[in-house]
Structure formats: structure tokens, C-alpha cells
């Protein structure tokens, strides 16, 4: 949502249109970023397919190793094997999967109960999301990212990698899990700031449809 095309209310107190300024100002580059790394992490479809392939043609031909080198590789340790190509698809749907959810919700998208959502009034709802993003969805980004920290970290100390000649560096895989949690809960945040603006400036308030979240 470009903010620079919203109508502002002249009739409304200076402190809402001040403070309607202030929460979108906070809110576009958080929104931003998420939208922006979705719209990125869309071509890893194309990774996932690519790997897909590769995993058919290689098991057509009964060729377990693709290439060999000598030094090992970031992830990739020291061959591409049949198991490598196969690791790699989950792998990449992973990331696609943390990542692109901070993109749904940007994109209204996401699973939401409109049987009670599509009743309310639009200030209902920005307070609904408001109340929700603080209380459970930030809470809990923030929860499950702290707790997977552990995990991250011996993975890493451990080295822990394939046991069937797939990918190494597994921590990079496990790291993606708090990483794209926090980018959620930094989207939630823009979210707030959002909604913050449309209550206190309603000129700024767009059809749901091709909204913000």
C-alpha cells in the first residue's frame, strides 16, 4: 500500500492526524520488508521444481552421485547425490513456507474465521487484528523463536549434516525457523502500526481486498 495516495481528513484533531502520520510511517518499512522478501521468495518455487526434476532424472538412470569435488562446500558438503537433491527440496519449501506466511498476512491472504470477520465494522476489525497481533501472534513468534535458539546452537556445535550423503550445515535449515518467526512477528508489528493509522485517520482505510493485511 503506497501511503503517499492516502487522503487525509482536515476536519480531524492535529494529535489523530499526527499520530495516523507517525504509526504509517513505522509501519510501511516493516510491511515493506515482508512483502518484499515474499515477492523474492516466490522464485524458490522454481528451486523446488528444479530439485524435483533432478530427483526424477537421476533415479531414471540409477545415478546416485552427480558430481564429486574435493573441498567441501557450504551445504552442499562434497558431491551433489541423489539424497542431496532430494534433502534440497524440503529444504527449500521450508524457507518458502516461513518466509511467504509474513506475506500472506501482508497480502490478506491468510486463514481467518469470516464468518465473524466479514460482520464486523472496519474499526471492529482493526481492533480485532490489533488486539490478536499483541497478544497471540507476536507473543508466540517471539515464544517459539527464543525455545528453537537451542536448537539452532547444537545443530551448529554438533555439525549435524545428512547421515545418507544429502546436504551438511543442517543449523542453516533449523536457523531458517527463528529467523522467519521473527520476520512474522515484525510484520505483525507493521500490521499494528497500520491498523493504529486507519483508526485514527479513517480517510486512510482501503477496501480489505487491497489492503495491507
Known sequence: M????????????????????????????LIGLGRWLGQVSSWLVLGVMLAVLATVVMNAFSANELVRWDEKVLLLGKAITINTM????????????????????????????????????????????????LLLLIPFCILIAWLSKHMVQMSYVSGE?????????RYLIKGALPAGLILLALGALGQVFDRLARILDPARDVEESSDAG
Open 86 to 133: 532430494t534433502e534440497l527440496q524440503w529444504h527449500l519449501f521450508g524457507l518458502l513456507t516461513l518466509i511467504g506466511g509474513s506475506y500472506a498476512m501482508h497480502a490478506n491472504m491468510h486463514v481467518r474465521v469470516d464468518m465473524l470477520h466479514h460482520r464486523m465494522s472496519k474499526a471492529t476489525r482493526h481492533w480485532v487484528e490489533i488486539i490478536g497481533h
Open 161 to 169: 549434516q545428512s547421515n545418507y550423503g544429502g546436504l551438511t550445515d
Open 2 to 29: 503506497s501511503y503517499k495516495q492516502l487522503r487525509v481528513n482536515p476536519q480531524l484533531p492535529g494529535w489523530r492526524l499526527s499520530g495516523a502520520r507517525w504509526c504509517a510511517r513505522l509501519a510501511c518499512p
